[in-house]
C-alpha cells in the first residue's frame, strides 16, 4: 500500500514538473506572460520615432541601468510613440523634470535602448510624469537617404 | 527445357537480385506486424479507463525515473548553448540575442530531439528488455492462458504512458535548458538580464514554436514507445534475441526521431 501511494505521489509530481515546465516555456520564453509589474514608478515620454526599441529595453542613465521600456503605445492624434518607462524605485526623486530622453543603439547591431540627459531643474519626476525633451532613435536608412540626397545636390551644384 | 530454366535462374546476377527481394519483403512483413501490433495496442485503450493503475505504474517507470537524465542533460545542453552562442555572437556585438538562440533552438529541436534520444535509450530499451524477457521466460503466454490478453494488459498501458510522458520530459529538458543558458549568459558572462529574455519573448511565439516543439515530442513519444514495444514483443525468446532486440530498438528508435525531425521541421518551419 505504501509503496503504491509513493509511486502516486511520485507520477503526480511528475506531471506538476512537466506541466510546471510547459507554463514556464509559455510564459515565460514565449510572448504570453503581461507588462512588468514591480515596484518603481512610471513616467512617459514621446518620441516621433522609436527605431525597433522593445517592451523591458534597458532605461539607462549616464549608462547605468536605472530601469526598463514597461510599454509602447502609439498616440492616434499625435502620430507619437509614447514610451512608458519603468524607473526602479531606489530611483525616486533622483530624475529631474526636464530631462532629455534619447533612443541609442548598443552596437553596430545591438539592441535599442533609452538614454537619460539629467536636466538642471529642482522638481524631480514622479509616478505618472512626463519627459517632454525627447530625441527619436536614428533611423539608418533615414540617414543613408539624407547623405545620398546631399551628394546628389552637392553634384548638381558642380554642374 | 527444364534444365536450362533451372540454370537461368541460378545466375549469380539473379541471386543477388533475388536477395535484395528478400531484404524488401522482410521489411514490408516487419512494418506489417509493427501495424497490426500498434492497432492491438490502440484497441486496447479501453484497459486504461478500468484500470488506471496500469497505467500509473508505467508513468512511473517510463516517466519519473527519466526524470533525472533529462533534467541532467538538458541543464547541460543549455549551458553550452549559452556558451557557444555567446562566443559567436559577441563577434558580431549581438550577444543581447543570446536567450533568443538558446530558446529557439531548445524549443523547436533540441528538446524534443534530444529528449527523444535519451528516452529511447534509456525507457525504451527498458521496456523491450523486459518485454523481451516476458516473453522469453514465458510470463506472456502465461497471461494468455489465464484468458487474460497481454497486450491489453502489458503493451497498451506502457504505450500510452510513453506516449504521454514525452511531451512533459521534452518540456522540463527546454525549460532547464534555458535557465542554464541564462545562468551562463546572463550569471557568468555578463549578458543583460532583461535583453535575454525580453529578445526572447519578442522573437519566441507560442503557437510557431513552442506549441510545434510539443507536437514534435508527442510524435516521437508515440514513435519511440511503438518501436520499444513491437521489438519487445517480436523479439526472439532466448537471451540473445532480447540483447539484439534492445540493440534494434535504440538504433531504430534514434533513426526514426532524427529522420521524422526533419520532415516535421520542414513541414512546420519551413515556408
Known amino acids: ?159 | 527445357m527444364d534444365h536450362e530454366a533451372n540454370a537461368f535462374r541460378e545466375l549469380p546476377v539473379l541471386e543477388q537480385l533475388a536477395r535484395l527481394g528478400r531484404i524488401g519483403l522482410g521489411i514490408l512483413e516487419q512494418m506489417g506486424r509493427g501495424h497490426l501490433l500498434l492497432w492491438q495496442i490502440l484497441a486496447g485503450i479501453s484497459e486504461l479507463f478500468t484500470r488506471p493503475r496500469l497505467l500509473l505504474n508505467q508513468l512511473f517507470s517510463v516517466g519519473v525515473l527519466s526524470i533525472l537524465i533529462v533534467a541532467i542533460s538538458g541543464t547541460f545542453v543549455g549551458m553550452v548553448l549559452g556558451l557557444q552562442g555567446f562566443y559567436i555572437l559577441s563577434q558580431f556585438g549581438a550577444e543581447q540575442t543570446l536567450g533568443v538562440m538558446v530558446a529557439a533552438s531548445l524549443v523547436r529541436e533540441l528538446g524534443p530531439v534530444v529528449t527523444a534520444l535519451l528516452f529511447a535509450g534509456r525507457a525504451g530499451s527498458a521496456l523491450t528488455a523486459e518485454i523481451g524477457l516476458m516473453k522469453a521466460t514465458e510470463q506472456l503466454s502465461g497471461l494468455e492462458m489465464m484468458a487474460v490478453n497481454p497486450i491489453k494488459r502489458i503493451l497498451t498501458p506502457r504505450f500510452f504512458a510513453g506516449f504521454m510522458a514525452m511531451p512533459l520530459l521534452a518540456a522540463m529538458f527546454s525549460a532547464l535548458g534555458v535557465l542554464g543558458g541564462y545562468f551562463v549568459g546572463v550569471g557568468l558572462l555578463g549578458v543583460d538580464d532583461g535583453a535575454f529574455w525580453s529578445q526572447m519573448q519578442t522573437k519566441i511565439d507560442l503557437n510557431e514554436d513552442v506549441l510545434n516543439g510539443v507536437i514534435k515530442s508527442l510524435v516521437f513519444g508515440f514513435v519511440c514507445s511503438w518501436i520499444a514495444l513491437f521489438q519487445g514483443y517480436g523479439a526472439v525468446p532466448t537471451s540473445e534475441g532480447v540483447s539484439r532486440a534492445t540493440t534494434r530498438t535504440v538504433v531504430h528508435s534514434s533513426f526514426a526521431v532524427l529522420g521524422l525531425d526533419f520532415i516535421l521541421t520542414a513541414l512546420m518551419f519551413g515556408e
Open chain 1, 1 to 159: 500500500m505504501t509503496q503504491n501511494r509513493t509511486t502516486e505521489i511520485l507520477v503526480g509530481a511528475f506531471m506538476a514538473v512537466g506541466f510546471l515546465a510547459l507554463f514556464f516555456l509559455s510564459m515565460q520564453v514565449s510572448n504570453l506572460s503581461s507588462s512588468s509589474g514591480g515596484d518603481g514608478y512610471q513616467v512617459e515620454a514621446r518620441f516621433d520615432n522609436i527605431g525597433s526599441l522593445k517592451v523591458r529595453s534597458p532605461v539607462t542613465m549616464a549608462g547605468v541601468r536605472v530601469g526598463r521600456v514597461s510599454a509602447i503605445d502609439f498616440d492616434r492624434k499625435t502620430f507619437e510613440a509614447v514610451v512608458t518607462l519603468r524607473i526602479d524605485s531606489n530611483y525616486e526623486k533622483s530624475i529631474p523634470d526636464d530631462t532629455f530622453a534619447k533612443i541609442f543603439t548598443a552596437g553596430l547591431l545591438g539592441e535599442q535602448y533609452v538614454g537619460l540627459d539629467a536636466g538642471g531643474s529642482a522638481t524631480f519626476l514622479a509616478e505618472g510624469g512626463q519627459i517632454t525633451l525627447t530625441q527619436s532613435a536614428l533611423v539608418l536608412e533615414e540617414i543613408i537617404g539624407q547623405f545620398l540626397f546631399s551628394k546628389a545636390e552637392e553634384g548638381a551644384k558642380i554642374e
